[in-house]
């Protein structure tokens, strides 16, 4: 059987889905047609239900809960693990930003996005670009600070940049709960049996890839560009973990009170 699979370029994403998608595994006859994306047009696509199996930010999941179920594995969730919130300016270094800030995000249906409005629930000055473009646009100023994810959180203060709030931090001090930042979800028309092999098979395949580890596969480097080796090992060890091969009940306790979050917040807005 041919499914459908949507997933980052990210070295955690790929560490994750190499052995599947590239037959290192025993997949049950099953087959992926693959698709590599940045997490907000995932995230779009997974709102116009164009993909079987898919990577998403936990902070569009509330929009896609009848027509998507959360699989076990393949996730992004832990400690330490939140978006950055940095500036090229040392008027916000370790301070704030004020109303007219200008704040680049990841995407407006990321948590990175939700994580924001959490501690900065009534800023309005956002402009939404791709993760990647962000850090140039802050040191180009263009804008005046940025949430960053991903591999920029290892390469900002090279930089030259500045941290001023490490959101992930902020969440856990409030709610000592890990922080979800993505998940794996698939599309409900597929048959409840099939969905269980699949998710078995995302574990069996983070098996396999940590079992040989910390060596870097050539699907992982080439889907990383031009990102340096240690910084590929960086994100890999902070990404994918113990939640990645089980969400478990603390991680479906952190889903859910981020869920309530997203409520709250459009609520507010409302």
Known sequence: MKLTLGFSPCPNDTFIFDALVNNKIDTNGFTFNVVLSDVQTLNQWALEEKLDVTKISYGVYPLLLEKYKLLNSGGALGNGVGPLLITNSTALE???INANSSVAIPGINTTAHLLFSMAYPNHANKQFMVFNEIEDAVLNGKVDAGVIIHENRFTYQQKGLKKIIDLGEYWEEKLKIPIPLGG??????VEESILSTVDELIKKSIEFAFANYPSITDYVKQHAQEMD?????????LYVNNYSLDIGNDGKKAVEKLMDIHHLLSTNKS
């Open 229 to 237: 080796e240690s910084i590929m090992k960086q994100h890999i060890d």
């Open 184 to 189: 794996i979800v698939a599309h409900k028309r």
């Open 94 to 96: 370790n301070n704030t």
